[in-house]
């Protein structure tokens, strides 16, 4: 029993490293130019190994996804992982989502997905689902959370579908986070070469401009007691 637990953490590893080797073969070299020899090469394992894990190239690139929103979720957190005040939760949460995606890593990985989309659509697909689906989920269950389904405006109000959280939401991280993320895309500004970390986001140059845009879309809604 010992010594099967040890090979299955064994397996387990060697299949993370592949992963790991992947993407970077991948974000080196386009999805088309990369190829399962150079996976097994730059990872030092066979290529009998590398088959065992993943049966083709697609299935290692849509596996190589599913370790990029691993990452990028245990980075991103949840709202409440960023301050007690909802407007400044939600701020700092679009700031935080604004840095990890102007960051030349995560640049590359989208571009990466956008030119395998033709050949491979489920992976566009699930590089959306990862990234943008998500986010947009946890600022829409936070928002529910801290102002109700019709945004805080009490109860006699009449109900108001822009306070509706998913669209309030969408509304913000439009606001907030897509016209930089769009120019970086597409190389009009420059990317954050470093992996940005929490203690700069204090000092992000957008923040002050994305509280105002919070504090507008979020003026006149009251949290939840």
């Not at 080196?28 to 190994?49: I, N, P, Y």
């Not at 700031?95 to 590359?108: A, I, K, P, Y």
């Not at 389904?149 to 939401?169: H, I, M, N, Q, V």
């Amino acid at each position: 029993m010992r010594h099967e637990g040890t090979a299955q953490r064994r397996g387990e590893e060697l299949r993370r490293h592949i992963l790991l080797t992947a993407k970077d073969v991948f974000l080196e070299t386009g999805f088309e130019r990369a190829s399962m020899d150079a996976v097994a090469a730059r990872a030092g394992t066979s290529k009998r190994s590398l088959y065992a894990h993943f049966e083709s190239k697609d299935k290692l690139f849509l596996a190589v996804l599913d370790l990029v929103r691993e990452l990028y979720l245990d980075r991103l957190r949840t709202p409440d992982a960023y301050a007690d005040e909802p407007a400044e939760a939600v701020a700092l949460f679009c700031g935080r989502f604004l840095q990890l995606m102007t960051w030349e890593s995560q640049l590359r990985t989208c571009r990466l997905s956008i030119t395998a989309a033709e050949r491979l659509p489920g992976s566009s697909r699930a590089y959306y689902d990862a990234v943008f689906a998500t986010t947009h989920e946890r600022l829409t269950v936070y928002l529910a959370e801290k102002y109700g389904p019709a945004g805080g405006a009490g109860e006699d109000a009449a109900p108001d579908p822009d306070a509706d959280p998913a669209a309030l939401a969408e509304d913000l991280l439009a606001r907030t986070v897509l016209p930089r993320l769009f120019r970086a895309l597409l190389d009009v500004e420059e990317s954050v070469k470093e992996m940005p970390d929490d203690a700069a986001l204090a000092d992000h140059p957008d923040l002050p401009a994305i509280r105002r845009r919070v504090a507008a879309a979020l003026a006149g809604r009251v949290p939840a007691s």
